[in-house]
């Protein structure tokens, strides 16, 4: 716990521990393995109350706002802005970069804990607390969301590529 330190030094401690706090998570999910974020993980899937993002669609009302809020472009230039080709491999690597973005941010979270414990003041801590969930959970909620979204889209394109190949079996019967 940080004691007697004045208003600006408290300030200043809480830059320093939520800084550094962030870059270790960065780092930290830049180097974890791909199959720490895999989608079939059961921390990853849906809660019964998301109602497979309809939750966040209704209450939240995330679609009317989470293209405004900026995106880091992840390993290898990864961009989520929009799909540029709608492929099962593409969706499979957008779906884990969900993942990977939404482990990252909960995990920026629990810095809000820390800064919590570490601050005699609750109005200091419950500031910076404040400061570190709204620039974490909007986030979270939108790689939840779009990941639902993913997951709609990868199985309708399962199902037509299934489709396709019974319909190609089916012409080579016919010619055969």
Partial sequence: MIKNET???????????ITVW????????????RQMFDPSKSRYQAFGWEQNGK??????????????VPQHIGKEGFSKKNL???????????????C??????????????VVIVLNPSLSVGG????LILLGNLPFACIQRYNRFRLDVLRKSLIRESARARMEEKAVAQLHS
């Fill in 7 to 17: 208003l600006l030094h408290l300030v200043m401690w809480n830059i320093m521990v």
């Fill in 22 to 33: 962030h870059c270790i998570v960065f780092f930290a999910c830049i180097k974890l393995p």
């Fill in 55 to 68: 939750w966040y669609r209704t209450y939240l009302k995330i679609h009317l706002w989470k293209d405004s």
């Fill in 84 to 98: 540029k080709k709608i492929s099962i491999e593409y969706l499979d690597e957008f779906r884990m970069e969900t």
């Fill in 100 to 113: 990977r973005g939404e482990w990252m941010h909960l995990k920026n979270c629990l810095c809000a804990v």
């Fill in 127 to 130: 500031f910076f607390s404040f």
